[in-house]
């Protein structure tokens, strides 16, 4: 007997399936973080992270125009500077490396790119916490201070959006504050609102140079066991005035963007981390898998999961491909 439901006829040609897609994945979805490193004369590839470097401010804005071109507008910068300190005064020094590469990225993209600044001081700090350390634990409430500092410091180097990635308690209010009292009302927040005790971290920790130091960051950064408290956090947020809110990771986490998703009254980001990127990588590159289409269908995963924007370590190669 013939089936009575034929669902393949609209999967018999490229065509037709493209007219029924359920969910899109374009360059301009995608975030491209970029890493700035003060002191080096060429670019430093960071060995796990596959086609990523360490740049120079020069090598940075010629990277940016590369991904740019491939349509690619948006960018998160990351920094390493020369000099640490016990509360990472570098990070918000007006000629700091992170302002210098905003500015570096300004003058050679104009308006055309949005700019996006990581704001924590896991880079910045001798002891590689997100915060001030006080008897082994971050001190919430002096870290806030410090991260005020820093916004108003990116916002005056030309970012159009800030990410705090701290997990502090507070920190969005205290950003925007900090913003609109400098004169930069206009300046978005993403905020790291759901950021998990990851093992994903690996390759960006070493392209940051963040590790910490001493003990490890689950006493503020999230359970991965939790989803209700990522809906908490996300609702805090939302509450102090976050423009966007974001997850971290994002394969090993789509049901937490989905459960973001479903409460969540602005853009949901995710961020595609450095151990997601580099285990693909990895695997493609001792034959054991495509990675190129792996990579398309992990972005696709995660935009069919409820996020607006996801940041990623693909975006150069994936937006080239679509």
Not at 132 to 145: A, I, K, Q
Not at 205 to 232: H, T
Request: charged share 25%; proline share 6%.
């Amino acid at each position: 007997m013939p089936p009575t439901e034929r669902p393949r006829r609209l999967r018999r040609t490229a065509a037709l399936r493209s007219l029924v897609r359920e969910t899109s994945l374009g360059p301009h979805q995608l975030v491209a973080p970029l890493f700035v490193k003060e002191g080096i004369a060429e670019p430093a590839p960071i060995a796990s992270l596959p086609g990523h470097h360490q740049h120079t401010l020069e090598s940075l804005a010629k990277q940016a125009r590369q991904i740019a071109e491939r349509g690619v507008r948006s960018f998160l910068l990351f920094a390493v500077p020369a000099r640490k300190d016990p509360v990472g005064s570098a990070a918000w020094e007006p000629d700091g490396i992170a302002q210098s590469g905003l500015r570096a990225l300004r003058e050679e993209l104009g308006d055309e790119a949005v700019l996006i600044a990581d704001l924590c001081l896991c880079g910045y700090t001798d002891h590689g916490h997100c915060g001030v350390l006080r008897d082994g634990s971050v001190h919430n409430d002096e870290t806030l201070d410090l991260y005020a500092r820093v916004a108003a410091a990116q916002a005056a180097a030309g970012a159009d959006m800030v990410a705090p990635s701290g997990m502090m308690d507070g920190q969005v209010a205290a950003i925007r504050t900090a913003l609109d009292d400098a004169g930069h009302p206009d300046v978005a927040i993403m905020a790291y609102a759901a950021k998990y005790a990851s093992a994903l971290y690996g390759p960006f920790r070493a392209a940051a140079e963040c590790d910490p130091r001493v003990g490890d960051r689950s006493g503020y950064q999230m359970d991965p066991a939790n989803v209700r408290e990522a809906v908490r956090e996300v609702d805090l947020d939302l509450v102090e005035g976050a423009d966007i809110v974001m997850v971290k990771p994002a394969l090993a986490y789509l049901d937490v963007i989905a459960a973001v998703r479903q409460v969540a009254t602005v853009p949901v980001a995710a961020f595609h981390v450095s151990g997601e990127y580099a285990m693909v990588r990895a695997a493609s590159a001792n034959g054991w898998l495509d990675g190129d289409r792996v990579a398309l269908e992990h972005l696709m995963s995660i935009r069919r999961a409820g996020a607006d924007i996801v940041v990623t370590y693909d975006a150069a190669e994936v937006a080239e491909r679509l």
